[in-house]
């Protein structure tokens, strides 16, 4: 539960509302692409390399 892995079928272990999971300073939090939270690092956005499943990581808006 709550470790990026969706361990049930509809992914209710992973759901937004039960995990929350912080991360630390230097972090930003999103979604991999099993749906599960991850923290990345702040250097890893604008880079080219999409991290998010989203994408929010190569954000113009934020780069």
Excluded: F, H, W
Aim: with cysteine.
């Amino acid at each position: 539960m709550c470790n990026g892995v969706q361990d049930c079928g509809d992914g209710s272990d992973e759901d937004l509302t039960y995990c929350t999971r912080g991360c630390n300073s230097i972090q930003i939090r999103c979604l991999n692409p099993t749906g599960g939270l991850i923290c990345i690092s702040k250097t890893a956005m604008c880079d080219n390399v999409r991290d998010c499943a989203d994408g929010s990581d190569e954000d113009q808006k934020y780069c």
